[in-house]
C-alpha cells in the first residue's frame, strides 16, 4: 500500500490509520514501529485496545481473542503505550477519523448497510468522517438530493454542500472477496477521493501467520477475502 501511494506521488508525511494497527497478522511489533515511524495520525481499533489491555476480548470470537492475546505477549511496553494512548476519535484537515462509527465509538458499532450509515450523520458536523472496522469499503453521502450509499472501491468526488461518510475497506484482511489490500487515497484540497486495491504477497503472510501459532483459519481468509 505505502509502495503503490508513494508511486502515485504520495509523500511519507500524509499516513492517516484508521485504527486496528495490530489484530490478526504475524508481525505486530514491526506494524507498529512502521506506523511511528510514519508519524501517522491514527486513531484506536478495538484490537488495538484489547493488544493493550485495554477492552476485555471475552466478547471476541475464538480466533480474534487468540490473536489478541498472542499479540498482546509479544509487544514491546513502549509500543503497548502507544496503542493504548490512541484516541477512539480525532479530527484531521475537516475529517473526522475513527474506527467503527462516531455514534458509540466506544460500542464497536458496524456500519455495512445503507441504514447503518445513514443514521451514524447525526454524530459528527463536519463534511467527511472516515471509518474501518468491518474491512468492507464503501461510502455514504447526504446533501440537498438526498441520501447515497455505494459499496466497494472507486473514485468518489467529493462534491460541496455534500457531507460523506466513507469506509476505506482494509489494508489487512479485506472481507469483500477480493483478496488484495483496501486503501483510500484522499487529497483534501482537491476534494477527491479514491479507494484503490493492492496486490501483495498473500502467500508469505498466510506462512507466516500458520508458523507463529496463530489460528489457520486467519491464514486461509487472507486467501479468500473474507
Not at 509502495?3 to 500524509?14: E, K, N, Q, S
Not at 506494524?31 to 484489547?50: R, T
Not at 446533501?143 to 489494508?171: I, K, T, W
Amino acid at each position: 500500500m505505502l509502495a503503490d501511494a508513494r508511486a502515485l506521488g504520495v509523500g511519507p508525511g500524509a499516513v492517516v490509520c484508521l485504527g486496528d494497527i495490530v489484530g490478526y497478522g504475524a508481525d505486530p511489533e514491526a506494524v507498529v514501529d512502521l506506523m511511528l515511524g510514519y508519524d501517522a495520525i491514527a486513531v484506536a481499533g478495538n484490537h488495538d485496545y484489547a493488544a493493550a489491555g485495554l477492552l476485555d476480548v471475552e466478547w471476541f470470537n475464538p480466533f480474534a481473542r487468540a490473536a489478541a492475546e498472542w499479540t498482546a505477549e509479544r509487544l514491546h511496553p513502549a509500543q503497548s503505550r502507544y496503542l493504548s494512548g490512541l484516541p477512539l476519535v480525532r479530527e484531521h484537515l475537516g475529517a473526522v477519523l475513527v474506527h467503527a462509527s462516531p455514534e458509540d465509538p466506544e460500542e464497536w458499532p458496524y456500519l455495512v448497510s445503507p441504514g447503518d450509515g445513514a443514521r451514524a450523520f447525526a454524530a459528527f458536523s463536519t463534511p467527511l468522517c472516515f471509518v474501518g472496522h468491518s474491512h468492507l469499503p464503501a461510502a455514504w453521502s447526504v446533501g440537498s438530493s438526498g441520501p447515497e450509499f455505494a459499496a466497494g472501491p472507486g473514485e468518489l468526488p467529493l462534491l460541496a454542500g455534500r457531507r460523506y461518510l466513507v469506509n476505506v475497506g482494509s489494508v489487512g484482511q479485506p472481507r469483500d472477496r477480493d483478496p488484495r489490500a483496501a486503501y483510500a487515497l484522499w487529497d483534501a484540497e482537491r476534494g477527491t477521493l479514491a479507494i484503490r486495491r493492492v496486490a501483495y504477497d498473500v502467500l508469505t503472510a498466510r506462512r507466516k501467520i500458520v508458523a507463529a501459532g496463530l489460528p489457520h483459519y486467519l491464514a486461509d481468509r487472507l486467501a479468500w477475502g473474507a
